[in-house]
């Protein structure tokens, strides 16, 4: 089993920044893809960005390519998401998750493990 704990979010102004955490324990973090997923109100849950378990292969929605970038510590167990030039329309809960595959996938049913969440606001 592997449990997931985000950090980082909270409310800022249009065109500011914040950086996500997202700890993994319980299961070796070298061998997790690791992803962010973000849902709005009465939206589905999509895909942010992922990073594959070598670190070698890197995904982002056209959303927010350019403005925000995955990266991983193995050795702190960790999974971050830069995101700056924030927008409105970027206010969301998002959400870390992994899969026990190497391959990095967009569809949030193929990920194992998910964390509780963490608040991103965007005011204009």
């Known amino acids: 089993q592997v449990q997931l704990v985000e950090s980082g979010g909270g409310l800022v102004q249009a065109g500011g920044s914040l950086r996500l955490s997202c700890r993994a324990s319980g299961r070796t973090f070298s061998t997790l893809t690791m992803a962010w997923f973000r849902q709005a109100p009465d939206k589905e849950r999509d895909i942010i960005a992922a990073v594959s378990w070598s670190g070698g292969s890197t995904y982002y929605a056209d959303s927010v390519k350019g403005r925000f970038a995955i990266s991983r510590d193995d050795a702190k167990n960790t999974v971050y998401l830069q995101m700056n030039s924030l927008r409105p329309d970027d206010t969301a809960v998002y959400f870390c998750?992994?899969?026990?595959?190497?391959?990095?996938?967009?569809?949030?049913?193929?990920?194992?493990?998910w964390g509780q969440g963490t608040q991103v606001t965007v005011s204009s």
């Open positions: 998750a992994a899969r026990r595959q190497s391959v990095v996938m967009s569809n949030p049913d193929q990920y194992n493990y």
